[in-house]
């Protein structure tokens, strides 16, 4: 059974610093995603990892894969308070319907 | 191109009472799926429905039903609704090419008392 977690579960950073979320999962998987879920709202897809190596940046979030170490990271450099929100990551469930198995998310914080 | 969309978006239900929740997708993906968001536990697949026709149980599947009623449309039912149902419901839908990612609705907000 494909497991997913993520740390740190929240995550309070001042604007300006660089940091990064971790993103773990138990079983192979050639696929990760990582959304954004703002208050109150849906989730909105950031990035779509599909092999290994892969690397994605968008602004200030650079997302990449190891599909060895079976691990995805989500860089922030220099912070701004407009990130604030909270992330998850989600790994495809091989040998299914495109299931995704979601971690339980990264609650970021960005303050002035 | 509306992509997801949901109804209702608010629902308060007494113990026992039945409802359903409607989804429909205009992007012509052909895997659709319910999820349940309760606070600290991120996402939880309920059912999912890889192909007009086809469902299957996911993580949570016990009190509710799903029905795919067409390609565009999946359909989640609480028959009997308990106050551990409470949650908010989102439906996803998705493409079952290279990318996968699945793209999703607003949301239900569903309180049982």
């Known amino acids: 059974e494909l497991k997913v977690e993520q740390n740190p579960l929240f995550l309070s950073m001042q604007e300006g610093k660089n940091y990064t979320i971790y993103c773990n999962y138990s079983?192979?998987?050639?696929?990760l995603y990582w959304y954004r879920q703002d208050p109150g709202k849906s989730l909105e897809s950031l990035f779509v990892?599909?092999?290994?190596?892969a690397v994605k940046q968008e602004g200030r979030l650079m997302a990449s894969l190891d599909t060895k170490a079976r691990l995805s990271t989500l860089h922030i450099t220099a912070a701004v308070h407009d990130l604030s929100a909270t992330y998850f990551c989600a790994a495809l469930d091989t040998g299914t319907a495109s299931k995704l198995t979601f971690g339980t998310g990264t609650r970021l914080q960005v303050t002035l | 191109n509306a992509g997801v969309t949901q109804t209702p978006k608010f629902q308060v239900l007494k113990t026992g009472q039945s409802m359903t929740l409607q989804c429909a997708q205009d992007m012509n993906h052909n895997s659709m799926y319910w999820y349940r968001q309760d606070p600290g536990m991120g996402l939880r697949l309920i059912y999912y429905?890889?192909?007009?026709?086809?469902?299957d149980k996911g993580e949570v599947p016990n009190g509710y039903n799903v029905s795919r009623l067409n390609k565009r449309e999946f359909s989640l039912r609480l028959e009997s609704a308990a106050p551990s149902q409470t949650s908010v419901y989102f439906c996803a839908s998705s493409y079952r090419g290279r990318r996968g990612e699945q793209y999703f609705g607003p949301g239900t907000r569903l309180t049982v008392t």
């Open positions: 429905s890889a192909s007009e026709g086809t469902t």
């Open positions: 079983t192979t998987s050639d696929r």
């Open positions: 990892l599909l092999s290994n190596g």
